[in-house]
């Protein structure tokens, strides 16, 4: 099965419960204010938020189209389009750092990223900078083998700020393409967490002062609303630069995916939608909508 099959799968729910309904409304009612209230109900119910939902419906009020469905769409790939690639720096190592709480799949998709790398020739160095999880530090080092990646971790309970020097430390003398730094995601003890992930970034700006030049923001869709205020969070306290959004696997609302962009102005950068490292797939806004509207499903209902 392919990518986008996947993604249409791991989009059913959300497809069969909200957007087709959504998409039956607008191809055979006029848009008005009880055609506006049950697409509003459905919007917020499918994760979408009340601030996307606001602005989607303003938007369609405002155009008034013949073609609302296909005008939605395009609203939804305009939110979702916002610098959605990797700001790679013109000088190596690209250093990454990952965060999210834990149960997130941050761990996984730090080995999944690692893979896509390597598969692009690149040089990978992961530092496990989770060290209060002896579990996390043993897992991360299964990936970089699997990967084939430089691993460097410190004893458990070691200062996180100095695994990722060395991390990034390593990379630099050695000429190495790629830093992933996988940080602690205990957000129960927030002021704690967030005062690590800053020291994290003061340190490695002693070695490279541009870095970390991506800090990716690992949500379980599953999570909805939740995710949401997770990403608050750790925006408030790190510059968080885009957005992982994994297990997309038929469970979630894909919803979530609008509110996040709409709401906090983070881009998407990558999605997964299983387990495997080809589950992990950088995010294409006009693929997403596309997988979570299927005209001919609405058309066949």
Not at 34 to 63: F, M
Not at 184 to 197: I, S, T, V
Request: glycine fraction near 8%; proline fraction near 3%.
């Amino acid at each position: 099965m392919g990518f986008f099959d996947k993604l249409k799968d791991g989009l059913k729910k959300s497809r069969d419960s909200f957007f087709n309904t959504i998409g039956r409304i607008l191809k055979t009612k006029k848009f008005d204010k009880d055609t506006r209230d049950e697409i509003e109900e459905l919007l917020i119910s499918a994760d979408v938020g009340v601030e996307a939902t606001e602005y989607i419906l303003s938007r369609l009020e405002e155009e008034n189209p013949e073609d609302a469905f296909g005008t939605l769409k395009k609203i939804l790939v305009e939110i979702l389009s916002s610098n959605n690639k990797l700001n790679v720096p013109d000088e190596k190592p690209f250093v990454i750092s990952m965060v999210g709480v834990n149960g997130s799949g941050k761990t996984t998709t730090c080995g999944k990223l690692a893979q896509m790398f390597r598969s692009e020739g690149k040089q990978v160095v992961i530092g496990a900078c989770d060290t209060f999880r002896a579990a996390a530090i043993d897992q991360l080092k299964i990936w970089a083998e699997r990967a084939n990646s430089t691993f460097i971790a410190h004893m458990e309970g070691a200062d996180a700020a100095a695994v990722a020097y060395d991390a990034v430390n390593h990379a630099l003398s050695k000429g190495k393409d790629v830093v992933i730094l996988d940080t602690a995601g205990r957000l129960h003890n927030k002021k704690h967490l967030m005062d690590e992930l800053q020291k994290i970034g003061r340190v490695i700006q002693k070695v490279i002062p541009a870095a970390p030049h991506e800090v990716l923001l690992v949500i379980d869709a599953v999570t909805g609303q939740n995710g949401l205020q997770q990403a608050k969070v750790f925006k408030e306290a790190v510059n968080v630069t885009g957005i992982v959004l994994t297990k997309l696997d038929g469970t979630a609302k894909g919803g979530i995916a609008i509110a996040i962009a709409k709401e906090l102005g983070i881009p998407i950068k990558f999605i997964g939608v299983g387990e495997s490292v080809e589950d992990l797939k950088p995010f294409v806004p006009s693929d997403f909508v596309d997988a979570l509207m299927l005209g001919d499903e609405v058309e066949d209902a």
